[in-house]
C-alpha cells in the first residue's frame, strides 16, 4: 500500500469474536463440522442455541450503549431521520385531502408519495458515495489515518435538505401555493432523511463495529418510542390547532438544535470514544 493513503474500515477489519464471545461464523463452523442434515431436518425453524449468554444481560446490552456519546448522537439523528417521515405520512391526508386547500382523492393523495420515493432513492444513492469521498480526502489530510467522526461532515448537507424542506413544506401548504410546491419539498425531505439514516447507522458501527448489532436495536428502539409512539400521540391536534406554518418551522428549529450536536462530536467524538474504552461499561454486562 502506497504512503498516505487512507484505510477505511471493511467488514474484515471486524473483531475474530463478537462481544458476547460468540465467534461471528459460529453458524457456518457448526455446520460444517457437524453430520449431515437431512432435507427435513434443514426445514426446522430452529438450530439450536449457540450462546450460553443470559439472556436479561443481552436485552440490556442496547440500553447501556445509551451512555456512549458516539451512539447517542447516532440515535438522535437517526430517530429525526426516520421519524419526519413518519409525522409526514401523518399530514399528508390532512393537508392534500383539505377542502379548503387541495381537495384531494385519496388517489391523488398516494400519488404525492412519488416524490418522497424519489428522493429516498436519490438520497441513498448519494450518500454512500458522496460520504466515502469526504472520508478519504479527509483521511490523507489526517495522514492516512481514518477516524468515524470524519462521516459527520454529512451533517451539513442533511441540515440543509430537511430544514429546507420541513420548512417549505409546511409554509407553503399553509400559503395554498400549486400542490407541486409542497409536494417538491416533501421529496427534499426524504432525501435529507435518507443521507442522515445513512450517516447515523455508518457512525455508529465506525465508532463500535464490536457492538454493532446492539447499536441497531438502540438506534431503531429509539426512533419507535420517539417519533412511533411520542409524536404520534399529539402530533394530529398540534397540526390541526396551529397549522401547518408554525407546526413544521418548529420542527425544523427542532431539526437545526439537534443537528448543531454534530460540532461538539466531531471536536470531541474521539476523545468521548477513548473514555468509554476506559470506563469499559458494555465489558460489565
Known amino acids: 500500500m502506497e504512503a498516505g493513503t487512507p484505510t477505511l474500515p471493511s467488514s474484515g477489519t471486524l473483531s475474530p469474536r463478537?462481544?458476547?464471545?460468540?465467534?461471528?461464523?459460529?453458524?457456518?463452523?457448526?455446520?460444517?463440522?457437524?453430520?449431515?442434515?437431512?432435507?427435513?431436518?434443514?426445514?426446522?425453524?430452529?438450530?439450536?442455541?449457540?450462546?450460553?449468554?443470559n439472556w436479561f444481560r443481552v436485552a440490556l446490552r442496547p440500553f447501556i450503549l445509551f451512555a456512549y456519546p458516539s451512539i447517542l448522537w447516532s440515535t438522535l439523528v437517526y430517530s429525526l431521520s426516520v421519524g419526519w417521515l413518519i409525522v409526514l405520512s401523518e399530514s399528508v391526508a390532512e393537508i392534500y385531502q383539505n377542502h379548503e386547500s387541495y381537495n384531494f382523492t385519496p388517489l391523488q393523495t398516494g400519488l404525492v408519495y412519488i416524490s418522497p420515493f424519489v428522493g429516498g432513492v436519490l438520497?441513498?444513492?448519494?450518500?454512500?458515495?458522496?460520504?466515502?469521498?469526504?472520508?478519504?480526502?479527509?483521511?490523507?489530510?489526517?495522514?492516512?489515518?481514518?477516524?468515524?467522526e470524519f462521516r459527520l461532515i454529512m451533517a451539513i448537507p442533511i441540515m440543509f435538505t430537511t430544514v429546507i424542506g420541513l420548512m417549505g413544506y409546511g409554509w407553503s401548504a399553509e400559503?395554498?401555493?400549486?400542490?407541486?410546491?409542497?409536494?417538491?419539498?416533501?421529496?427534499?425531505?426524504?432525501?435529507?432523511?435518507?443521507?442522515?439514516s445513512t450517516t447515523s447507522i455508518t457512525f455508529a458501527v465506525d465508532s463500535y463495529r464490536q457492538y454493532a448489532g446492539e447499536a441497531l436495536v438502540t438506534l431503531n428502539f429509539s426512533k419507535n418510542i420517539l417519533h412511533g409512539l411520542v409524536f404520534s400521540l399529539f402530533f394530529n391536534k398540534w397540526l390541526q390547532g396551529e397549522g401547518s406554518k408554525d407546526?413544521?418551522?418548529?420542527?425544523?428549529?427542532?431539526?437545526?438544535?439537534?443537528?448543531?450536536?454534530?460540532?461538539?462530536?466531531?471536536?470531541?467524538?474521539?476523545?468521548?470514544?477513548?473514555?468509554?474504552?476506559?470506563?469499559?461499561?458494555?465489558?460489565?454486562?
Open 175 to 196: 400559503e395554498r401555493d400549486a400542490w407541486i410546491v409542497p409536494t417538491i419539498f416533501f421529496g427534499f425531505i426524504s432525501f435529507g432523511c435518507s443521507l442522515g
Open 247 to 285: 407546526v413544521f418551522v418548529a420542527i425544523g428549529g427542532i431539526q437545526i438544535a439537534c443537528l448543531l450536536t454534530t460540532i461538539p462530536m466531531y471536536i470531541y467524538g474521539k476523545k468521548a470514544r477513548m473514555w468509554t474504552v476506559r470506563k469499559n461499561l458494555m465489558e460489565k454486562f
Open 18 to 53: 463478537s462481544h458476547s464471545g460468540l465467534h461471528p461464523n459460529a453458524y457456518i463452523a457448526r455446520y460444517r463440522s457437524g453430520p449431515r442434515k437431512t432435507y427435513l431436518q434443514s426445514l426446522k425453524p430452529w438450530s439450536g442455541r449457540l450462546s450460553k449468554d
Open 123 to 148: 438520497g441513498t444513492a448519494v450518500a454512500g458515495k458522496v460520504s466515502d469521498i469526504i472520508v478519504r480526502s479527509l483521511a490523507r489530510r489526517n495522514g492516512g489515518i481514518y477516524e468515524p
